[in-house]
């Protein structure tokens, strides 16, 4: 029992000695309530590939091992993120893992976490690439029909862009990316069908825009052929019943009724309110889904609509006005 009795008191006094060196330590040492981060990435467009720069001008720390924690993942889909290990140099110590003790310039990042480690020697740092603070949105959506190519306008803060094609509101292949404002989707449109696209802009890292949808661009079968059968400024208003050549069941077609001419898809629908490009040429819909002729005013833009509902392009309109190659009335 005596022995027992001296061991317990060379641990207690050990105990003692370790708890007044400690204080010793942590007033030998500096707290750092600052960590100023430089950050350079380079990355691809659509794979993992790539490397990220973390460098510092401070002397209190210094950098250790840099991390990207989601390496198999597509960084068109989902943001980089980077692991950093900062190391405290000799007489300093991390305190605290608040974000705001954080600043970093160079490429943006998005703060996730830190975390103190070793009692303060070393602390672990997570974020990811790029900041949620640019306008990524995209607009002017359209078809070019005649190459089968979808575009849109471009956003100075995308790195690239992420294009959906759908059918008959089916997906059809994968999710695209590119780094033009265009892309070419006239294989993939071969089949008759209702299709539209979607397109959203992706900022330097983490950053996404909002997925925009574009107006339907209905695909005939054998769409390459004069679908309207011929229609000309001559023929058209005088025809009483389906134009020549569409008369088919269950095919696209124009049709008359004692309002005027409106054209029904295969499925049933009409476009109404709406410009729709049927064999090759541009025609207006209003409300009720009658074609309409003469001048057009569409948010906001006046176009022209010859006899054959056809839209005007490149040229001078009967009343002597010019429209340009898009249709749009040139005011003088």
């Known amino acids: 029992m005596k022995r027992i009795s001296v061991i317990c008191r060379l641990m207690f006094a050990l105990v003692f000695v ?19 981060l430089e950050i350079e990435a380079y990355l691809e467009d659509s794979d993992s590939s790539g490397d990220v720069s973390v460098s510092t001008g401070d002397r209190t720390y210094r950098i250790g091992n840099i991390e990207v924690l989601n390496e198999n993942e597509d960084w068109s889909e989902i943001a980089p993120k980077i692991s950093v290990d900062l ?61 089968g190519f ?6 100075e803060n995308a790195r690239v862009y992420q294009v959906k094609l759908y059918r008959n509101d089916t997906a059809v292949g994968s999710t695209r990316t590119t780094k033009n404002t265009r892309y070419d989707f006239s294989e993939a449109t071969s089949k008759s069908g209702r299709y539209r696209f979607m397109v959203r802009a992706v900022g330097t890292g983490s950053e996404r825009g909002e997925w925009e949808t574009s107006e339907v661009w209905q695909v005939l079968e054998d769409e390459d052929q004069d679908l309207t059968g011929g229609v000309t400024a001559s023929t058209l208003p005088s025809a009483t019943s389906l134009l020549p050549g569409a008369a088919r069941a269950g095919k696209d077609q124009w049709k008359k009724d004692e309002k005027g001419w409106w054209y029904q898809y295969a499925d049933g629908n009409y476009p109404s309110g709406r410009w729709a ?16 002729t003469g001048w057009v005013k569409y948010k906001g833009t006046w176009y022209y609509c ?24 040139i005011s003088q």
């Open 306 to 329: 010859e006899d054959s509902g056809a839209m005007l392009t490149g040229t001078t309109t009967p009343d002597g006005y010019s429209v340009g190659r898009d249709g749009a009335w």
């Open 18 to 36: 370790l708890s007044l060196t400690c204080p010793v330590f942590a007033a030998e040492t500096e707290k750092i309530t600052e960590v100023n």
């Open 87 to 147: 190391k405290a140099k000799k007489g300093y110590r991390f305190g605290t893992a608040d974000e705001e003790m954080f600043s970093f310039e160079g490429d943006e990042v998005t703060f996730v976490s830190a975390k103190v480690k070793n009692s303060g020697s070393a602390l672990t740092l997570v974020f990811t690439l790029g900041s949620d603070e640019d306008d990524l949105s995209v607009q002017g959506l359209s078809w070019n029909e005649e190459d």
């Open 150 to 155: 979808a575009e849109w306008e471009e956003n």
């Open 277 to 292: 490009k049927i064999g090759g040429k541009w025609y207006f819909f209003d409300e009720d889904g009658y074609m309409k």
